[in-house]
């Protein structure tokens, strides 16, 4: 076994303030690195510059960044994190000339050849889950070319050490909370629990499937209420589950919700849900163990256009989400549609903005917020290929490009149904309005 190292795990900073996230992905891989001196550093609680004075003080031997957003996604109020990371890593290079930086992330392996390339002073990355390639990265730091996963630079060329396997999380361990306290995290659910890692759903615009695997790895239940509890002796009272969708299995959540209840484990909870096997009996567990509010990624309220998007759904399956919640008190559900998808037509926008106002009526308070956008266009999806084959975008664009103004480009429209971006604007600056959102101008450092 090689010596111990000093280690900083770092959380990329976002550049700009937004709720408060705990860093679950690098506190999980702390726990794999026993042996090393480390340190976990968040620049988004603590500043960039509170962050870089204390790398200067720990002089670590290797600098971990973890990128976990890109860019934010939304349309209506777009911004490219990104862009701050990359001055950010320059500032770390400087602080600590002499360090390993490493990058790894959901980000960072969403573009991991892109970001190497435009990070010229990150020397190595790690693709995909990390608890396997980055302790035997940790003893192969001179040779990374026998670590799995691993993107290294030799000869000024970017090397990929091949994909790795994923890990087994039947044994995760918990994630290292002594070395970053969770409390400061703990309002509106910005520490995660992690039931399950894949998804299986076929959604076209999404990166689940890539990221994870497109199978489900289920913690033990036994696992997950015992990170709950780690978490609430800690003073947490409100967490989120990470899952991409936490009422796959069905069965399973409730086995994980029935032990939350014979455990005596109380804390408030959030997740986002599939639609599919919502109905009232199940809402109502979910509201008698803490869960205040159900989120779902609906997409489109029309048949055809769930189909084309790849979704399990269907529109009778939102229905009866909007049913269960009139029904029952002490819930709050909230829907995310895209405004202009592929098979789109003024039909079924019409459709959609009818389910809208009718939910909104229905529901009243109980509408936790019927959201539209578009959805950005990620690398090997399904999304991408339509896009490509539509002319949205071209073949060979770049969807990590160098400023905001190539940003803006990576959203799918449907051409067929473009008069529906006009419209689009007015909700976005209406939406921007009633968030009080028209001032916020950060000022990104290029
Ligand atoms: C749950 C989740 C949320 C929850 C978080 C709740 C919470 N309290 O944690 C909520 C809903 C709040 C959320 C919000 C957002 N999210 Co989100 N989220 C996720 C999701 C589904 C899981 C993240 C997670 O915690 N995973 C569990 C941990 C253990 O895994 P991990 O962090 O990936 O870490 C592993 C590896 O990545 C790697 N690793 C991580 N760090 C490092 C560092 C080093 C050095 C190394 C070697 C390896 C490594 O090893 C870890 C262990 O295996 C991911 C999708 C995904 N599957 O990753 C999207 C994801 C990260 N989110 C995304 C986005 C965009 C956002 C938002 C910007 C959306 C928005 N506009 O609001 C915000 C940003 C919030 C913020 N302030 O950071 C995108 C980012 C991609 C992109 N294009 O930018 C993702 C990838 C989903 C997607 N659409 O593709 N999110």
Redesign the pocket.
């Known amino acids: 076994m090689s010596r111990p190292r000093r280690i900083a795990?770092v959380q990329a900073p976002?550049g700009r303030p937004?709720?408060?996230?705990?860093?679950?992905?690098?506190a999980?891989?702390a726990a794999y690195l026993p042996t090393h001196d480390l340190r976990l550093l968040d620049p988004?609680r603590d500043s960039d510059t509170g962050t870089l004075r204390s790398l200067r003080e720990f002089e670590p031997d290797v600098i971990?960044?973890?990128?976990?957003?890109?860019?934010?996604?939304?349309r209506r109020?777009l911004f490219y994190?990104f862009l701050h990371l990359t001055a950010f890593v320059r500032d770390v290079r400087n602080a600590c000339p002499h360090a390993v930086i490493?990058?790894?992330?959901?980000?960072?392996?969403?573009f991991p050849e892109a970001v190497m390339r435009r990070i010229p002073e990150a020397d190595l990355?790690?693709f995909?889950?990390?608890?396997e390639?980055?302790p035997a990265?940790m003893e192969a730091l001179d040779r990374p070319e026998t670590v799995p996963g691993v993107y290294h630079r030799s000869g000024g060329a970017i090397v990929f050490t091949g994909v790795p396997r994923l890990?087994d999380i039947g044994r995760l361990e918990i994630p290292r909370y002594d070395l970053l306290d969770p409390l400061p995290?703990a309002d509106q659910?910005?520490?995660?629990v992690?039931t399950k890692?894949g998804c299986p759903l076929g959604c076209i615009y999404?990166?689940?499937p890539q990221?994870?695997g497109a199978c489900l790895r289920l913690r033990p239940v036994e696992a997950v209420i015992g990170e709950i509890r780690a978490v609430a002796e800690r003073g947490v009272r409100e967490?989120?589950f990470?899952?991409?969708v936490f009422n796959l299995p069905r069965e399973r959540s409730i086995g994980i919700l029935e032990a939350m209840k014979d455990g005596g484990v109380s804390v408030r909870w959030r997740g986002?849900f599939t639609e599919k096997g919502m109905d009232r009996e199940f809402m109502t567990l979910c509201r008698d163990t803490g869960c205040p509010e159900f989120?779902f990624s609906s997409d489109a309220y029309d048949d055809r256009v769930l189909e084309r998007l790849g979704k399990s759904i269907r529109t009778s399956d939102i229905d009866r989400v909007v049913d269960s919640a009139a029904g029952l008190d002490g819930v709050r559900v909230a829907f995310n549609f895209f405004w202009n998808p592929p098979g789109q037509t003024p039909e079924s926008f019409l459709r959609m903005i009818r389910f809208a106002i009718r939910t909104k009526r229905r529901l009243r308070s109980k509408a936790g917020g019927i959201i539209f956008g578009d959805a950005?266009i990620?690398p090997h999806t399904p999304l991408w290929e339509i896009a490509v084959g539509e002319g949205v975008i071209d073949r060979d664009w770049d969807l990590l490009p160098d400023s905001m103004e190539g940003l803006k480009k990576t959203f799918y429209m449907n051409r067929r149904t473009r008069f529906l971006d006009a419209l689009f604007s007015v909700y976005s600056l209406l939406w921007r309005l009633k968030r009080g959102l028209l001032s916020r101008n950060p000022e990104i450092r290029k």
């Open positions: 795990l976002l937004e709720p408060l996230i705990y860093p679950l992905g690098i999980t891989l988004n971990g960044i973890s990128i976990r957003n890109i860019d934010s996604q939304m109020d994190y490493l990058l790894g992330g959901s980000g960072f392996s969403l990355g790690v995909l889950e990390a608890e390639t980055l990265l890990p995290y659910g910005g520490v995660g992690q890692r999404c990166t689940y990221l994870n967490i989120t990470v899952d991409g986002w989120s950005r990620e």
